[in-house]
């Protein structure tokens, strides 16, 4: 994955005519954490190990949603290459509930059709909770089947690139070809948490 360069150090402006006041109070609501409060200190993104890689970075999808930039907001790179280690929300010196903010936001993008800010990441999202879905726990074969499956776009060579690493972690036991399940009721209770909120995309 190559670095990105930041949008707001881009030359280009960002356009305020839509921008949608309730969204930063909506935020609110749902991950129980005052967005207003958010000092822009830039200490959330200091201490993501994935800030070099996103768009904007944790500090300013926090800036985006005070100022209503819903769009810009659910559009971005950022909200899909969080790796949920809640490290923002942990250096935040407000408090501020910065991974519930992205856990939303990611929501709303796909409730919503926004444009996936990146659609390989999100369709690892989706092998996996496929996977668990069936399995109730991940599959890594079919987990690696799936996300080949799903992003088929990178032509036939993306099925093999991993062929020889594939090989190598199975010959050391570090693969099982036949996934593992659940046993007994298990598996019924991981399928309800889907029941409702399985979506397809």
């Not at 930039?69 to 809640?86: D, F, M, N, P």
Request: proline residues 4%; charged residues 20%.
């Amino acid at each position: 994955m190559d670095k990105e360069e930041k949008k707001f150090s881009s030359a280009e402006p960002i356009n305020m005519s839509d921008s949608d006041l309730n969204f930063a109070k909506d935020i609110g609501k749902v991950a129980g954490t005052d967005l207003n409060s958010c000092l822009t200190c830039m200490s959330c993104s200091g201490g993501c190990p994935m800030y070099p890689y996103m768009d904007y970075g944790p500090h300013g999808i926090m800036r985006l949603a005070v100022l209503g930039l819903k769009k810009e907001a659910l559009t971005s790179t950022t909200i899909w290459r969080c790796v949920g280690c809640h490290t923002c929300a942990a250096v935040c010196p407000m408090a501020i509930n910065i991974a519930g903010v992205l856990d939303y936001l990611r929501e709303q993008c796909i409730n919503e059709k926004y444009p996936i800010g990146d659609k390989p990441i999100f369709e690892f999202h989706k092998a996996f909770l496929t996977s668990v879905r069936f399995h109730g726990r991940s599959s890594k074969v079919e987990l690696m089947g799936l996300h080949k499956l799903f992003t088929i776009g990178g032509g036939p060579f993306a099925w093999f690139q991993d062929a020889y690493l594939g090989t190598k972690m199975i010959l050391m036991g570090k693969l099982h070809l036949l996934p593992s399940r659940l046993m007994g009721s298990g598996i019924s209770q991981v399928r309800k948490i889907f029941i409702g909120a399985w979506r397809d995309r």
